[in-house]
């Protein structure tokens, strides 16, 4: 069992910057990918990023690519994504979510991968 919380959503105007947070807490030996994923009003939810658990491996949808960054801090159990020259269209609930991938290597930007997610924290960019 996994739980995960996120932090760091809020509002921001368009252009600027948020960093999301997500601690995993429970079983955090085995090896892991963590992914983001967002939910906007009457939408499904999409794939943003993900990262392996080494950190070396690394994959992100097209619609942030040079725009997010994902990284990861396995000592402190914690996942981040910079999001930088925000959009409106970016406005959503972001997820957290934890996939037992069993190598230091894998990641997936699939949603049913994916094992154990966290409640949501909203971010919301106005034009």
């Known amino acids: 069992q996994v739980t995960l919380i996120e932090s760091g959503g809020g509002l921001v105007q368009a252009g600027g910057s948020l960093r999301l947070s997500c601690v995993a807490s429970?079983?955090?030996?085995?090896?892991?990918?963590m992914g983001w994923f967002r939910q906007a009003p009457g939408k499904e939810r999409e794939f943003v990023a993900a990262i392996s658990w080494s950190g070396g491996g690394t994959a992100y949808a097209d619609s942030v690519k040079g725009r997010f960054t994902i990284s990861r801090d396995n000592a402190k159990n914690t996942v981040y994504l910079q999001m930088n020259s925000l959009k409106p269209e970016d406005t959503a609930v972001y997820y957290c979510?934890?996939?037992?991938?069993?190598?230091?290597?894998?990641?997936?930007?699939?949603?049913?991968?994916?094992?154990?997610w966290g409640q949501g924290t909203q971010v919301t960019v106005s034009s």
């Open positions: 429970g079983r955090t030996s085995s090896p892991y990918a």
């Open positions: 979510a934890v996939y037992y991938t069993g190598s230091s290597a894998g990641y997936s930007s699939n949603v049913k991968s994916y094992d154990y």
